[in-house]
């Protein structure tokens, strides 16, 4: 006996889904940030967080080729690893300013990475649910 999903629950769907859930997840350290003024939080929360972003790019540069996407639905890969390359650039070079730390302990995050990624999680949310709810306006397919 085969047992079907459902016609929506396509692996398109599980991935733009997964990538609301990092984006809230991406605003949700950013808060943990300011809370600590920018030192890395030692919450396993804020852990199991950061290491699903830095993984999500890795799993958004395979969706582009594994997923079959729909043209609009490519923006969200798409733009996720612009924001994770274009953060690593950012990030180093603000870090550089300021001197980087000989100790994880001693680093503390610029304020104006957090706004970058908090801004980035909005808008990717935004697109995310852009994406999700497509089949149902008049958007071409």
Known sequence: MQISSPDWLTPQFVYITLSAVVAVLIWIEGEMLKKTDGKLPQSPLFKFSSLLDTAWFFVSTVALYV???TPLAIAVPAAYSIYTVFGWIYGTRLLKRKGIPDSPNDLVIPAKYIAYSQSFSLIFFALCLLVLSSPWLPVPQ
């Open 67 to 69: 997923i079959d996407l």
